[in-house]
């Protein structure tokens, strides 16, 4: 029934940008965000918004990427300016639904790269 649907990834060189989108359904949703994933590690914060608008970023990504919630139609995007070789992972998106638990998309590739 919760479905989320990620989009826009690709191959960006060093320097470059591009913007994600998650398109989600099913649910009213208390927060949404991004993870990422790279080959060996663990996955990790990007960014998220609560319901109340506010946004938290990881450091290494904080003045370079913006996260973008269009609440009344369940959409998230992130847009990536000044992308570097580290930021290349699977990039998921995330949603919470109070007392029902964590939904995940089934992911998008970034790769930086020249």
């Known amino acids: 029934q919760v479905q989320l649907v990620e989009s826009g990834g690709g191959l960006v060189q060093p320097g470059g940008s591009l913007r994600l989108s998650c398109a989600a359904s099913?649910?009213?949703?208390?927060?949404m965000g991004w993870y990422r994933q790279a080959p060996g590690k663990q996955r990790e914060l990007v960014a998220t918004?609560?319901?109340?608008?506010?946004?938290t970023y990881a450091d290494s990504v904080k003045g370079r990427f913006t996260i973008y919630r269009d609440r009344a139609k369940n959409t998230v995007s992130l847009q990536m300016n000044s992308l570097k070789p580290e930021d290349t992972a699977v990039y998921y998106c995330?949603?919470?639904?109070?007392?029902?638990?964590?939904?995940w998309g089934q992911g998008t590739q970034v790769t930086v790269s020249s």
């Open positions: 099913g649910s009213i949703f208390n927060a």
């Open positions: 918004i609560n319901s109340g608008g506010t946004a």
């Open positions: 995330h949603a919470r639904v109070f007392l029902k638990g964590d939904y």
